[in-house]
C-alpha cells in the first residue's frame, strides 16, 4: 500500500474543484500515492465584508491553512496562486506553480451587453483594485461596485440586484462548468490580469524534501 497523504483546502466549490485537479494530476505521476482531501474554512470565507483591496498580498485566505500545514494537520495546501501571501509563512514553501487554465479576465452581464455596449453610468462588480483602476480607466463613468464572495454568491448578486455586470476570472467559470454564463473575454489591453491568475499553487513545510520533490512535477505543468 502507499503512502496516504492529507491536502488541505479552503472548502467553496471553486476550491474543490481546484484540488480535484491536483489530486487527479498526481494520480496521474504517482498512481501508488493516496491523497486525501481536509477542508478547512478560513477567516477570508467567513468575512465577506472587507474590501479585497485592503487584503491583497496578504495571507486572509490562506492562514488557516498555513497553520494546519505548519502543525501537522495536513501534508501539503493547494491554493489559487493569486492569493498567496507576499511572504510565505516561515517554515512553508510553494513546491510548484502550475500552468493557467486561462489567464483571462471575463464579463458576465445581466443582460448580455459587451463592456462597451453597457449604460452610461453602467454599475458593475469586482473586487480587486486592480479590476477597479482598469475598469475606471476604460469608461469613467462606471459606478465600481465592490462585490466580494464566491462564484456562485457573485452571479446570485448580478442577477438578484441592480447591477449591470461583473468582472471575474475565466479560469473560475471555466472549472466549475458555467462558461455558457460569459458575456465578453476581455483582452489584455482592456484588463491586464495578475501574474499567476488561473494558475494553482501547491505549498508544503520546507523540511519535507521527499514531499516537495514528488509535488514539483506538477511545477508549470498544464494539469
Do not use: W
Amino acid at each position: 500500500m502507499g503512502k496516504i497523504y492529507k491536502v488541505g483546502t479552503r472548502t467553496s466549490p471553486l476550491a474543490l474543484k481546484q484540488v480535484e485537479e491536483i489530486v487527479k494530476a498526481l494520480d496521474r505521476n504517482y498512481p501508488s500515492v493516496e491523497v486525501r482531501i481536509v477542508g478547512i474554512n478560513t477567516y477570508g470565507d467567513k468575512n465577506k465584508d472587507t474590501p479585497i483591496s485592503r487584503i491583497e498580498g496578504t495571507d486572509f485566505f490562506t492562514k488557516e491553512i498555513d497553520d494546519a500545514l505548519l502543525f501537522g494537520g495536513i501534508d501539503f495546501a493547494v491554493h489559487s496562486a493569486k492569493d498567496l501571501p507576499e511572504k510565505a509563512a516561515d517554515g512553508l514553501v510553494t513546491a510548484a506553480i502550475t500552468r493557467p487554465i486561462d489567464p483571462y479576465d471575463v464579463l458576465v452581464s445581466r443582460n448580455d451587453l459587451r463592456l462597451e455596449e453597457l449604460p452610461a453610468g453602467a454599475r458593475v462588480g469586482t473586487s480587486s483594485v486592480r479590476r477597479k483602476t482598469q475598469l475606471e480607466k476604460y469608461r469613467g463613468d462606471f459606478q465600481i461596485i465592490d462585490m466580494r464572495g464566491n462564484i456562485g454568491e457573485r452571479l446570485e448578486k448580478l442577477y438578484n440586484s441592480d447591477i449591470d455586470g461583473i468582472v471575474i476570472a475565466a479560469a473560475g467559470l471555466i472549472r466549475l462548468g458555467v462558461t455558457e454564463k460569459i458575456t465578453q473575454r476581455l483582452t489584455f489591453d482592456i484588463m491586464q490580469t495578475h501574474i499567476f491568475q488561473g494558475a494553482l499553487a501547491i505549498v508544503a513545510r520546507e523540511e519535507d524534501e521527499e514531499l516537495i520533490s514528488m509535488l514539483s512535477v506538477l511545477d508549470r505543468q498544464k494539469i
